[in-house]
């Protein structure tokens, strides 16, 4: 008598199934562990490729925009160009910050560099786009700088030799393990010491320390602290000096209805009742002769 076994339970199909799959599977199939060296590659990697579509796309839309007959179809395709680098050129902004110009404002100039930029490129030159742009967008900010970011501004050729002092500063101290003098800075420039010494003198005219710096060892006393205070004391000396002499040249009846007004503090109706005369007359009186004073103190302010 021959029997057949009962099918498998649907429990037992699908315990089956796993071991028959789980069985098949390659033991290379196991994905390997992710590390930060594995993710980084991943990300440079990515980065490659974007980089890469990217420059096919700007040189598919500059190829395009030169075939174009219409204004309007080619300025949107060089639009698209700019946005498609706009990231980059904020990037290059971001590298000027912490200067003394707001990075808004540096952003600002890096996107009408771009724009600069890909209105002027020529795609038949065959050269890369960003070879182009990069250094003009660069240069727009270093332009920026010099024209704009100076609280003081020194005369142009300081403001050039600072840039290069920079540079050698850092090289410098690299290799003698201390900060340069600046006889050493002036020889590895080949410029004047005199110069050099001039340029670092002028260091703070592009941002000047705020008053609010620390000036003493304790570091509670600030620069603002060691300013002096207005003094209404010497300002009043300072006023008797500059008026001393234009006061002199004043007649005796000028000076004395000076002396009633500012400083026995008379009213115009008073000293029209002292000296005969009618208030209008005194008002008249006291315009000729402020006048005069406000005169007579300039062109000494002026020799």
């Not at 030159?125 to 970011?149: C, M, N, Q, W």
């Not at 001039?198 to 003493?216: K, N, Q, R, T, Y």
């Amino acid at each position: 008598m021959t029997t057949t076994a009962p099918p498998p339970s649907g429990a037992d199909r699908s315990a089956t199934t796993r071991t028959t799959v789980d069985d098949a599977r390659p033991d290379d199939a196991t994905p390997a562990p992710s590390t930060p060296e594995t993710r980084a590659a991943r990300r440079a990697v990515a980065r490659s490729n974007a980089s890469q579509a990217r420059n096919e796309r700007t040189r598919e839309l500059f190829t395009l925009a030169l075939a174009s007959e219409s204004v309007v179809e080619r300025q949107q395709l060089l639009d698209q160009v700019i946005v498609l680098h706009l990231e980059l050129a904020h990037a290059e902004a971001k590298r000027y910050r912490s200067r003394g110009v707001p990075l808004d404002d540096l952003r600002q100039v890096a996107a009408l560099a771009l724009t600069k930029a890909t209105n002027g490129y020529d795609v038949t030159t065959g050269h890369d786009f960003l070879s182009y742009a990069v250094p003009t967008i660069r240069g727009e900010l270093r332009k920026h700088f010099r024209d704009h970011g100076w609280m003081i501004r020194p005369p142009r050729r300081i403001q050039e030799l600072q840039a290069r002092i920079n540079v050698a500063d850092a090289e410098l101290a690299n290799e003698l393990g201390r900060a340069p003098l600046p006889a050493e800075i002036a020889r590895r420039l080949e410029e004047p010491e005199a110069s050099v010494i001039e340029a670092l003198a002028s260091d703070g005219c592009f941002v000047p320390a705020s008053l609010d710096h620390p000036a003493g060892g304790d570091g509670l006393t600030t620069l603002g602290d060691l300013l002096p205070f207005d003094d209404l004391d010497h300002q009043a000396s300072e006023a008797r000096l500059v008026l001393r002499p234009v006061l002199r040249a004043l007649s005796d009846r000028d000076r004395q209805i000076l002396t009633m007004r500012f400083y026995e503090g008379l009213t115009q109706r008073e000293i029209a009742s002292r000296i005969g005369v009618t208030q209008m007359q005194v008002s008249r009186l006291l315009t000729r002769i402020l006048g005069q004073l406000r005169s007579d103190v300039g062109d000494l302010k002026g020799r």
